[in-house]
């Protein structure tokens, strides 16, 4: 079983929809968890850290159960511009482990 | 506009050559990190520096040679790869880890290889 797992992917979205990622961890020393954005050929951007309280920058919401060890990630209001990988990241000690990513398209 | 710089932005080598990538930070960031990343996959971490000291090498073959001369600059000397070795390559920096703050990464833009 891998670390950090995530939807399989591709999700395939109209625009203006809700879309809603899954993650989760199989270690419980995991400390801290983020959410990136890559574009095609692109780096990866941080997009979101993840915290227990929850939190939301505009259309997205981050949250983490650490009793489930699952984190997740909300897109309101999906536009074009939203089509990208998302990667779920967990920190634990030294070592950074990132899921294999899930490919959003939205569709117009 | 990223604030971890890598040059150069492409690069094309044969299998004999020897060539270094760069990456620069000016963010105050302890650690640093080298990762590949293969089409369609999540990027792989091969080292990361810690306070300029090698603190994780993934078990990378040694055709890669990391070195970080400050806390600013890392590189990537590279020598004899192979056609597989042809990936991204990303830069990343941040706080060091361990401990409970909440310390993402900043990634470079990358260098894309070639190796012919």
């Known amino acids: 079983r891998k670390e950090v797992e995530q939807d399989p992917g591709p999700f395939n979205v109209p625009e203006g929809a809700t879309v809603a990622f899954n993650c989760t961890y199989s270690?419980?020393?995991?400390?801290?968890f983020f959410w990136y954005r890559q574009d095609c050929r692109k780096e990866p951007k941080l997009l979101m850290s993840?915290?227990?309280s929850g939190n939301e920058d505009g259309r997205f919401t981050a949250q983490l159960n650490r009793a489930s060890q699952y984190i997740s990630l909300l897109i309101r209001d999906s536009k074009l511009s939203d089509s990208a990988t998302y990667l779920c990241?967990?920190?634990?000690?030294?070592?950074?482990?990132f899921g294999k990513g899930t490919r959003l398209h939205i569709l117009p | 506009d990223t604030e971890v710089t890598q040059t150069p932005k492409h690069l094309v080598m044969g299998m004999t050559n020897k060539k270094s990538l760069k990456c620069e930070q000016h963010?105050?960031?302890?650690?640093m990190y080298w990762y590949k990343q293969k089409a369609k996959k999540p990027p792989e971490l091969m080292f990361v520096?810690?306070?300029?000291?090698?603190?994780i090498n993934e078990s990378v073959p040694s055709r890669f040679s990391p070195e970080c001369p400050n806390s600013s600059l890392l590189n990537l000397h590279l020598h004899a790869l192979q056609p597989e070795d042809s990936a991204l390559y990303l830069c990343?920096?941040?706080?060091?880890?361990?401990?409970?703050?909440?310390?993402?990464?900043?990634f470079g833009d990358g260098t894309r290889l070639s190796i012919l």
């Open positions: 270690n419980s020393a995991s400390q801290s």
């Open positions: 993840v915290y227990s």
């Open positions: 990343a920096s941040s706080q060091p880890l361990g401990g409970a703050g909440n310390q993402p990464q900043h």
């Open positions: 963010m105050g960031h302890r650690a």
């Open positions: 520096y810690s306070y300029e000291k090698l603190s």
């Open positions: 990241v967990v920190n634990r000690d030294d070592k950074i482990i």
